[in-house]
């Protein structure tokens, strides 16, 4: 069955450090997406890729983020610097060949 | 664009009672529809899906029927419970991406 891990589960850091997000789908996947949770704006899709391949990272709100998946395994979104409107929960997920998606349990990121 | 629109929340009810979220879409085409459900401190999860016009989807007591002429996928459940409580999402899924609606918060009293 197809999983994904993110990690940390929590991070707190302060304005102006480097985030990193990590993500770990465990198999089964052809597709895999980037989303941010606000109560404000609700479920926003950053970025996703397909075969490890960005294809659309217009939901990428400024150039301070930015995303990778060097391969099947693992994707990293980073956020450099952070600003405190950047607090929210991020999620990975992935699409499997079913087209059903899975989330991932999120990120808590709290910028002070 | 594609777009989901969804009942405004929060809802609250007494346990046994009967639910309705109500979801309309726009979409060109024929998307699939979705309803997820996210509890406290957690993921989203796949509830229930249809694929055509006409599919009913059904899941741990939630239905769903996938009404093309009303452009709706509204979820029901007969009689729900404490457990229940929690966010729910539906959405459809255009040519390679899911779009969502902006959730339904439900609570159930006991």
């Known amino acids: 069955d197809a999983g994904v891990i993110q990690s940390p589960r929590h991070e707190v850091t302060e304005m102006g450090q480097e985030v990193t997000l990590r993500c770990k789908p465990i198999?089964?996947?052809?597709?895999l997406f980037w989303y941010r949770q606000t109560m404000m704006r609700g479920l926003e899709l950053l970025i996703y890729f397909n075969n490890n391949v960005p294809i659309d990272d217009s939901g990428m709100p400024e150039d301070r983020f930015s995303a990778k998946m060097p391969n099947a395994s693992f994707s990293t979104l980073k956020i450099q610097p952070s600003e405190p409107r950047d607090s929210a929960v991020y999620f990975c997920a992935i699409q499997g060949r079913n087209y059903g998606y899975t989330f991932g349990s999120g990120t808590r990121l709290t910028v002070v | 664009g594609d777009s989901v629109t969804q009942m405004e929340g929060p809802v609250t009810l007494s346990e046994e009672a009967f639910l309705t979220i109500n979801c309309t879409y726009t979409a060109t085409g024929y998307p699939s529809l979705f309803w997820y459900v996210q509890y406290p401190g957690e993921g989203l999860q796949l509830l229930l899906k249809?694929?055509?016009?006409?599919d009913k989807g059904s899941n741990k007591g939630f239905e769903a029927t996938y009404r093309k002429e009303t452009t709706s996928f509204h979820l029901e459940k007969g009689s729900v419970q404490v457990s229940d409580s929690a966010v729910y999402f539906c959405a459809l899924r255009g040519a390679q991406k899911l779009v969502f609606g902006q959730g339904t918060r439900l609570t159930i009293n006991p």
């Open positions: 249809a694929t055509k016009a006409d």
């Open positions: 198999s089964g996947h052809d597709y």
